[in-house]
């Protein structure tokens, strides 16, 4: 990249803070801060919760990681890694039961009311893993795109990226975060549509649907993955879930489905670049787009260094939100300290200045992005029984413990390496990712039952012997 080029990279990223910080609105009460509402306390509308649920959620590592599979697998990549974007209207009927029969304000006061305080801090935990993943691996896709790991550029352009998107998010906490949301989403889907309109017309519609193959080892073991996490993957990541308690029940139910169903189909048309790398030949990398970029010259480039940039800020803006909430409001509650009134905005402030100091830290340590969705994803597989099958029962703390650690363990096994290779399915590169995640879910399943089926026959024990003594007096 030229100076001349580099200085106009420099000059957009400087345009975008202050344009960002510019037109987000300040918030002037802890509830709009910590959930969105407006300064006379209206909660936000359904179409901007479409958006904010459908940017937030299209990661910038997200749409690299879509794109690197239609280069390596053709439509069945883009297919598998699009399906995860299912989730969201699954997560949102679950939720939506959850607040119409609990009556909860969280997934924390949730899981406090069925599983105990300890199931809840448990959960927070690999919430808090969750979120400060987000912070560095979005700042890192920014950074790729101005210099290589190690160089100043690259450095310097993530921490600038932070500290734009910290400032906005000060500002206004949700309420910020929701509206810069919105312009992110029409940014998005323009740039998106602007790259389509520049790579696609050298293939038809069938040449670039007729890439891969349906064959296990071609790319349906991920797919096959990500059916199987549909399940849990979303409720560890509260940009998600925040948002399922922020307006009525039926208009958050509407907006997960709407927004869900967006997101799968702006995933797989962007893994449409990676396919069309396949069918140029385009060198493979690790960062598809970016070297698709540059075969193409510096206009594709800009265009997906701003999909890049739009997509990353819109994740990390909600990363910051939903820390300074899990910090502020969610965490004292489950202390017991279950006051009506939120925290201040600066106490929120704080934690979303730490995180960012803190959060980008795996940065300069060569941390690999590509990791930290997907072993977090099999991390908490033991999530899917506990919201799944939690109507089966009242109170069994032991439930969410056995399935939760359980799916933790054996995620963690397999990250490094200490699974058996007869647990696989199948001989493509995911054939372990599949064979553990197929049978821990139902390792997982049996252990959220078998408290419940103890408790069942321990009661029906007890009632024979009720009935044997009965029967002894009556002689």
Same mark, same amino acid.
């Given at each position: 990249?030229?100076?001349?080029?580099?200085?106009?990279?420099?000059?957009?990223?400087l345009?975008?803070?202050?344009?960002?910080?510019?037109?987000?609105?300040?918030?002037r009460?802890?509830?709009?801060?910590?959930?969105?509402?407006?300064?006379?306390?209206?909660?936000?509308?359904?179409?901007?919760?479409?958006?904010?649920?459908?940017?937030?959620?299209?990661?910038?590592?997200?749409?690299?990681?879509?794109?690197?599979?239609?280069?390596?697998?053709?439509?069945?990549?883009?297919?598998?890694?699009?399906?995860y974007?299912?989730?969201?209207?699954?997560?949102?009927?679950?939720?939506?039961?959850?607040?119409?029969?609990?009556?909860?304000?969280?997934?924390?006061?949730?899981l406090?009311?069925?599983?105990?305080?300890?199931?809840?801090?448990?959960?927070?935990?690999?919430?808090?893993?969750?979120?400060?993943?987000?912070?560095?691996?979005?700042?890192?896709?920014?950074?790729?795109?101005?210099?290589?790991?190690?160089?100043?550029?690259y450095?310097?352009?993530?921490?600038?990226?932070?500290?734009?998107?910290?400032?906005?998010?000060?500002?206004?906490?949700?309420?910020?975060?929701?509206?810069?949301d919105?312009?992110?989403?029409?940014?998005?889907?323009?740039?998106?549509?602007?790259?389509?309109?520049?790579?696609?017309?050298?293939?038809?519609?069938a040449?670039?649907?007729?890439?891969?193959?349906f064959?296990?080892?071609?790319?349906?073991d991920?797919?096959?993955?990500?059916?199987?996490?549909?399940?849990?993957?979303?409720?560890?990541?509260?940009?998600?879930?925040?948002?399922?308690?922020?307006?009525?029940?039926?208009?958050?139910?509407?907006?997960?489905?709407?927004?869900?169903?967006?997101?799968?189909?702006?995933?797989?048309?962007?893994?449409?670049?990676?396919?069309?790398?396949?069918?140029e030949?385009?060198?493979?990398?690790?960062?598809?787009?970016?070297?698709?970029?540059?075969?193409?010259? +510096? *206009? $594709?480039?800009? @265009?997906?260094?701003?999909?890049m !940039?739009?997509? /990353?800020?819109?994740? %990390?803006?909600?990363? #910051? &939100?939903?820390?300074?909430?899990?910090?502020?409001?969610?965490?004292?509650?489950?202390?017991?300290r279950?006051?009506?009134?939120?925290p201040?905005?600066?106490?929120?402030?704080?934690v979303?200045?730490?995180?960012?100091?803190?959060?980008?830290?795996p940065l300069?340590a060569?941390?690999?992005? +590509? *990791? $930290?969705?997907? @072993?977090?994803?099999?991390?908490? !597989?033991?999530? /899917?029984?506990?919201? %799944?099958?939690?109507? #089966? &029962?009242?109170?069994?703390?032991?439930?969410?413990?056995?399935?939760?650690?359980?799916?933790?363990?054996?995620?963690?096994?397999?990250?490094?390496?200490?699974?058996?290779?007869?647990?696989?399915?199948?001989?493509?590169?995911?054939?372990?990712?599949?064979?553990?995640?197929?049978?821990?879910i +139902?390792?997982?399943?049996?252990?959220?039952?078998?408290?419940?089926?103890?408790?069942?026959?321990?009661r029906?024990?007890?009632?024979?012997?009720?009935?044997?003594?009965?029967?002894?007096?009556?002689?």
């Amino acid at each position: 990249m030229t100076i001349g080029e580099s200085l106009f990279f420099w000059g957009f990223l400087l345009v975008y803070g202050c344009v960002m910080y510019a037109l987000s609105p300040r918030s002037r009460s802890s509830r709009s801060f910590y959930q969105g509402t407006s300064d006379a306390g209206t909660p936000v509308g359904q179409w901007s919760l479409i958006a904010s649920i459908f940017i937030s959620w299209i990661f910038a590592k997200s749409v690299t990681n879509a794109a690197n599979l239609g280069e390596a697998y053709g439509v069945v990549g883009g297919l598998a890694y699009a399906t995860y974007w299912l989730s969201i209207p699954i997560a949102g009927y679950i939720i939506y039961l959850i607040r119409s029969q609990t009556g909860a304000r969280s997934l924390q006061e949730f899981l406090v009311s069925r599983f105990g305080r300890l199931a809840a801090a448990s959960f927070a935990v690999a919430v808090l893993i969750r979120l400060y993943n987000e912070v560095w691996s979005n700042t890192a896709v920014v950074g790729g795109y101005f210099g290589n790991p190690g160089e100043f550029a690259y450095g310097a352009s993530a921490v600038l990226f932070t500290a734009f998107t910290l400032a906005y998010s000060l500002k206004g906490g949700l309420r910020s975060s929701i509206f810069t949301d919105v312009i992110q989403a029409v940014v998005f889907v323009f740039f998106l549509g602007a790259i389509l309109f520049l790579v696609l017309p050298a293939h038809g519609p069938a040449e670039l649907l007729g890439t891969g193959t349906f064959e296990l080892g071609s790319g349906v073991d991920l797919l096959l993955v990500a059916g199987l996490q549909l399940f849990s993957y979303p409720f560890h990541d509260p940009v998600l879930t925040d948002r399922g308690f922020i307006n009525r029940e039926r208009i958050m139910l509407k907006s997960f489905v709407v927004a869900g169903l967006l997101g799968f189909a702006a995933v797989f048309l962007f893994s449409l670049i990676g396919v069309h790398a396949q069918l140029e030949g385009i060198a493979a990398t690790d960062n598809v787009p970016a070297a698709l970029g540059k075969a193409l010259g +510096l *206009a $594709a480039l800009f @265009i997906i260094s701003i999909i890049m !940039m739009t997509s /990353a800020g819109s994740t %990390l803006d909600s990363t #910051f &939100t939903s820390l300074s909430k899990s910090i502020a409001v969610d965490l004292p509650r489950l202390l017991g300290r279950t006051g009506k009134a939120l925290p201040s905005m600066r106490l929120g402030a704080v934690v979303m200045v730490i995180f960012a100091i803190l959060g980008n830290l795996p940065l300069f340590a060569g941390a690999d992005i +590509l *990791a $930290a969705t997907t @072993i977090s994803g099999t991390m908490v !597989m033991g999530l /899917a029984p506990v919201f %799944l099958f939690y109507r #089966f &029962t009242q109170w069994s703390p032991w439930s969410f413990h056995l399935s939760f650690w359980t799916g933790l363990l054996l995620g963690t096994l397999l990250a490094v390496g200490a699974i058996p290779a007869s647990w696989a399915i199948g001989d493509g590169n995911y054939r372990m990712l599949l064979g553990v995640n197929a049978w821990g879910i +139902l390792i997982c399943t049996a252990g959220f039952f078998l408290p419940l089926l103890l408790r069942l026959v321990s009661r029906r024990v007890a009632r024979g012997s009720a009935a044997g003594e009965h029967g002894a007096e009556g002689v």
